[in-house]
């Protein structure tokens, strides 16, 4: 079936560094791709999408471009801010399935320190 | 942009008594509505899936005369947690999904924390 994998985490980070939070996949249609953002006590935000092969999704200064060749999709900005410490989940959507749920990774949490 | 809330945000009962937790989509209509449990540094379990007017689909191992989902319209989705007892405490989130959504995209409520003594 269909499936996430996400870098485990915690990331802790000094602010203005660099992040990168790898996301791969395993889909049997062609998915869409999302990235959503749980701050503490929260529900979940979505933060950027990409539908296809290519397609690069942005929001807030994060950035992730939809890689089929490598079936990945991973999150990044250049210059990380305190508020920026939050929980993010790479998650799917495999239209070809039917009326189903997203899939989630299991989720990274980000502390940045100032 | 889609919203959806849920009410209460939090809510502290005692054992044995039961719970209701409202999800509603607030400026479209949700076709599809999805159940979720969180605990404390874990990623999101889902419990059951429901659409308008039919009977929600749980997943493997959730009771569902534990857990009871009514989706009686396309606006409102309740879960009710009966006879609560503290293994139920947990973080409950509600997400929402139109026939427009793109491409599956899901909208999600603010969630509600249930403490069950």
């Known amino acids: 079936g269909d499936s996430v994998t996400q870098m485990e985490g915690p990331v802790t980070l000094s602010e203005e560094a660099f992040l990168t939070i790898n996301c791969t996949y395993t889909?049997?249609?062609?998915?869409?791709l999302f990235w959503y953002v749980q701050y503490p006590g929260e529900g979940l935000q979505l933060l950027l999408k990409a539908t296809k092969a290519d397609d690069k999704g942005s929001n807030k200064g994060f950035e992730a471009t939809y890689r089929k060749e490598t079936t990945s999709f991973h999150l990044e900005k250049g210059s990380v801010q305190v508020s920026d410490s939050a929980v993010y989940f790479c998650?799917?959507?495999?239209?070809?399935?039917?009326?189903?749920?997203?899939?989630f990774g299991k989720g990274t949490r980000l502390s940045v320190i100032a | 942009g889609a919203v959806v809330s849920q009410h209460p945000s939090w809510v502290i009962c005692k054992s044995g008594t039961s719970v209701k937790i409202e999800c509603r989509s607030l400026d479209f209509q949700a076709t599809t509505m999805f159940w979720y449990r969180q605990f404390p540094k874990q990623s999101l379990m889902l419990m059951a899936t429901s659409n308008e007017g039919s009977k929600a689909t749980y997943e493997q191992g959730v009771e569902k005369d534990k857990f009871l989902i009514n989706h009686a319209s396309l606006t409102l989705s309740t879960l009710t947690v009966t006879s609560a007892h503290p293994e139920d405490s947990s973080f409950y989130i509600c997400?929402?999904?139109?026939?427009?959504?793109?491409?599956?995209?899901?909208?999600f409520g603010p969630g509600t924390r249930l403490t069950v003594l």
């Open positions: 998650a799917l959507s495999d239209l070809g399935s039917g009326n189903t749920p997203l899939v």
């Open positions: 889909a049997t249609g062609y998915p869409s």
């Open positions: 997400s929402a999904r139109s026939g427009t959504s793109g491409r599956g995209e899901q909208f």
